[in-house]
Every structure is written in structure tokens, then in C-alpha cells.
Nanobody, 122 residues
Framework: QVQLVESGGGLVQAGDSLRLSCAASGRTFSNYAMAWFRQAAGKERELVAAISWRGGSTYYADSVKGRFTISRDNAKNMAYLQMNSLKPEDTAVYSC???????????????WGQGTQVTVSS
């Protein structure tokens, strides 16, 4: 198991930027693909972005392409989500997750952080 702790959420205005961080501990971080999911009130959880074990492959939801960037630093056991040009519809609880396999479905991710709230006002 790998333990995950997110930070960096907050209240911002539309058009602003935020960077979320995910600190990992426990097992070897580079053995895990990492992802950011979000869940808005009353909606299903959705995958925002994912990154492979060494960062060679990434995935983005269409709704965030060109605005969000996922990255990782295996030396620091950290994953990041840089969010630019934020919109009110980006408001959600954002969670990082780890999986030993590459997947775009939440069921494949067995390790989750507690989540951090991002609120974007118009």
C-alpha cells in the first residue's frame, strides 16, 4: 500500500491557477501510476488526469485538456496537478490515487488520498 496526502486546494476566482500536490509514502512510488480524480456535489467521480510510472504517458479528460498539467517527481515521491484558467465547473473535491497498473477507471486505483476542495467562483 502507498499512503497519499493531497494539499493545495482552496477558493479562487475564475481564470486563476492552483497547483495541487500529492505526497506519497510507503511503497516504492515509481511502481505506481498516479491519477487525479474529482467529484463535484451530486455528480459521479471523474478522472481528470493520469500519469504513468515514469511520466512517459499522460491522459487528460477533454474538459481539462490545455488547462491542466499532471506531473510527478519520483525522487520526491510527489505528484502534482497544475490547474490554469480555472472555471466554476472545475469546483470539486480533488483526490489523488495510485495504481500498479495503467488505467483510466477509478476501480483500478486501490490507493486514495483524503481529497482537497477546490472552489472556483465566477
Amino acid at each position: 500500500q502507498v499512503q497519499l496526502v493531497e494539499s493545495g486546494g482552496g477558493l479562487v476566482q475564475a481564470g486563476d491557477s492552483l497547483r495541487l500536490s500529492c505526497a506519497a509514502s510507503g511503497r516504492t512510488f515509481s511502481n505506481y501510476a498516479m491519477a487525479w480524480f474529482r467529484q463535484a456535489a451530486g455528480k459521479e467521480r471523474e478522472l481528470v488526469a493520469a500519469i504513468s510510472w515514469r511520466g512517459g504517458s499522460t491522459y487528460y479528460a477533454d474538459s481539462v485538456k490545455g488547462r491542466f498539467t499532471i506531473s510527478r517527481d519520483n525522487a520526491k515521491n510527489m505528484a502534482y496537478l497544475q490547474m490554469n484558467s480555472l472555471k466554476p465547473e472545475d469546483t470539486a473535491v480533488y483526490s489523488c490515487a495510485a495504481s500498479t497498473g495503467w488505467s483510466t477507471t477509478d476501480k483500478a486505483y486501490g490507493n486514495w488520498g483524503q481529497g482537497t476542495q477546490v472552489t472556483v467562483s465566477s
